[in-house]
């Protein structure tokens, strides 16, 4: 039986997606067949900015991902902060990376899932599946 793999890429400041994210990749881990990994998109605030906001370090064992590295997967579950409706700069920023996949359609028709966060109630958690379905719809997935 062929493996299915599963890319869970993640963007987490404090860590509250990160614990999802491993939850998520445990339980697709589940499932006969598929191996879910960990993936990281680049943080893009500086590390004085960072240390300012006490953000705690990126987890050491899971790997930033190149936008290039996602046509090695056969599907994908996004998980992401969400701040009135928005995902954060640096996914959106992973996403704008994509283009030349988009312009070869090398993603077109793998699955897609979304998991995120939000610190509290009425902080758009609708508008966040809204938002990122327009970056996935664009590069065909």
């Keep these: 039986m062929a493996t299915t793999k599963v890319y869970i890429v993640y963007y987490s400041l404090y860590g509250h997606v990160e614990i999802m994210a491993r939850e998520v990749q445990r339980g697709a881990n589940t499932v006969q067949g598929v191996e879910a990994t960990l993936w990281q998109v680049p ?11 006490e953000a705690p370090p990126k987890a050491d064992d899971v790997v930033e991902i190149k936008p290039e590295q996602l046509v090695e997967a056969d599907g994908f579950i996004f998980g992401f902060p969400s701040r009135f409706g928005m995902m954060p700069a640096q ?3 992973f996403f704008d990376a994509t283009h030349e996949l988009w312009s070869t359609q090398a993603l077109a028709g793998k699955p897609a899932g979304i998991f995120w966060s939000t610190g509290f109630h009425g902080g758009g958690q609708e508008n ?5 379905q327009v970056n996935q719809v664009s590069i065909g997935i």
């Design 43 to 53: 943080e893009t605030l500086p590390n004085l900015v960072l240390e300012k906001m």
């Design 91 to 93: 996914f959106i920023a």
């Design 128 to 132: 966040s599946a809204c938002r990122v």
